[in-house]
């Protein structure tokens, strides 16, 4: 491996799915998520790909609940997380397969669904911001009140209202010590799904799960720095970072340096809600590795590459 580009790359949920959307619509964006990650497999990169679960974890929560009527006990959050952690990895590696096995036959994907160990003290159990599920509009929320009394709602960047729920930080990728020897049959790995399945540590050392949902950026992160690998990319809403992000004085970041960006963290200027969690975790990445994380969206991944469009997170 010595010598070998890895990136590791975190899409969001929300590129598959709002929460409503058919299978078959979400096969045909896991298809267009699979063209980013041939641009970086026809590189030469050996790939990893952290994928996000709010929009999914939060509908099959609602399941659970639909399913109570019919007198079917409901899984819990955590054991949501690894439903939906299977689920958008399979979509993603058949999609994957299928798209560049066209023409490297021998190209190999492998998913892992993984657990992620987190702290029981954690401030993020107190004060959820993690967004799941589906929008909902202002005039629904006295009803969604009604029927679940202990949800957490909150305006989600000016798209509507969604559940929140708590997401503690990463401190262990189960995943990330076998990665390293995967990569010598695999050339593209799926993990650390949905941010992971939630685990904290007991006093005997054992493990339980915990309901929560963590964010797949800083996943993603942890595993960039467990495996040193070389690139980061972070896929969000717009080709680059912006500055006063909506108001007159917006202005494009291009390149950014670490820090920079903990100067601009700690004005407000990127919301925990949304840029927030990015930025932190291309912060951790690049401190740690030396590396470089580039936030950029979808459609601009190829030129990202070439280093002419994205938010360049440097030291």
């Known amino acids: 491996m010595k010598n070998q580009k890895i ?60 399913g109570v009527k019919e007198n079917i006990p409901p899984l819990n959050l955590a054991l949501c997380d690894a439903l939906t952690q299977a689920e958008i990895g399979t979509m993603l590696e058949l999609a994957i397969i299928n798209t560049i096995n066209q023409h490297k036959p021998d190209f190999e994907v492998l998913t892992i669904v993984s657990q992620v160990e987190v702290n029981a003290d954690d401030e993020g159990f107190k004060n959820p ?18 029927k679940f009394s202990d949800w957490v709602m909150k305006e989600d960047a000016g798209r509507g209202y969604r559940r929140v729920v708590p997401s503690p930080k990463p401190i262990k990728v189960f995943a990330s010590p076998i990665i390293p020897e995967a990569f010598r049959r695999a050339d593209v790995i ?3 799904g949905g941010g992971g399945i939630p685990v904290i540590r007991k006093e005997d050392n054992t493990f339980e799960l915990v309901d929560a949902v963590i964010d797949k950026d800083r996943t993603a992160a942890l595993i960039a720095e467990d495996i040193g690998a070389t690139h980061f990319f972070l896929l969000t809403g717009v080709p680059h970072v912006l500055l006063n992000f909506g108001k007159p004085e917006q202005k494009d970041l291009f390149e950014l340096k670490v820090e920079d960006a903990k100067k601009y963290l700690e004005e407000g200027q990127f919301p925990a809600g ?3 969690p990015k930025i932190e975790a291309a912060i951790d990445y690049v401190e740690k590795t030396g590396g470089e994380a580039i936030i950029t969206n979808a459609e601009n991944i190829r030129l990202a590459i070439e280093k002419k469009e994205g938010t360049r997170i440097i030291r």
């Open 7 to 66: 990136a590791v790359v975190a899409i969001g949920g929300n590129a598959l799915s709002d929460g409503n959307t058919p299978t078959e619509e979400q096969l045909k964006r896991a298809y267009e998520a699979a063209k980013l990650i041939e641009n970086l497999v026809l590189k030469n990169y050996k790939v990893v790909v952290v994928h996000g679960n709010g929009p999914q974890v939060g509908i099959a929560y609602l399941r659970q609940l639909a």
């Open 129 to 146: 911001t993690k967004p799941v599920g589906p929008f909902y509009e202002e005039k629904e929320l006295g009803e969604i009140k009604r």
């Open 190 to 192: 799926i993990t650390g």
């Open 274 to 276: 949304s840029m927030g």
